[in-house]
């Protein structure tokens, strides 16, 4: 298993359609969720995935908030096996790899309520009542760095 951290324009084109199609299949497919999953963030993103026997095996993206420049978003959390420990793994990488940034004071996201536990184990503590997104209830979490 190999960690890779890279910008939108060191993706290759081959990394970029994997990553496209793993969110694809799970959260368009797999959740029934029609939503804007190309918004336009993915060039301003760092990628942070890892590769294992050629496959994407996990992947989310980072990046700055608009408005508040202490803060990083983590977005499209992935793990292509949910329950065989690559999220975490994942987690743990982006977030040293934030930290060691030494740029931003707060990480925020926005979970899947089933998935509140999941963030929790990494510190990050509820900051909003639940609300809806794209037909799925979500809540905001952060985790002060």
Known sequence: M???IKKFDELTTHELYEILKLRLDVFVVEQKCAYED????DYDSIHIFYVEKGEIISYLRIFPDDFKMETIHIGRVI???RK??????????????????KTYDKIYL?????????YE????????EEFLEDGI????????I
């Open 137 to 144: 209830l979500h809540v905001a979490m952060e985790l002060n």
């Open 110 to 118: 926005e979970a899947q309520v089933y998935a509140v536990g999941f």
């Open 2 to 4: 190999k960690l890779f």
């Open 38 to 41: 190309i918004d336009g963030k």
């Open 121 to 128: 184990k990494f510190g990050f503590a509820r900051a909003s």
């Open 84 to 101: 065989s420990g690559y999220g975490e793994i994942l987690m743990r990488s982006a977030i040293e790899y934030i930290k060691k940034l």
């Open 79 to 81: 793990s292509r096996n």
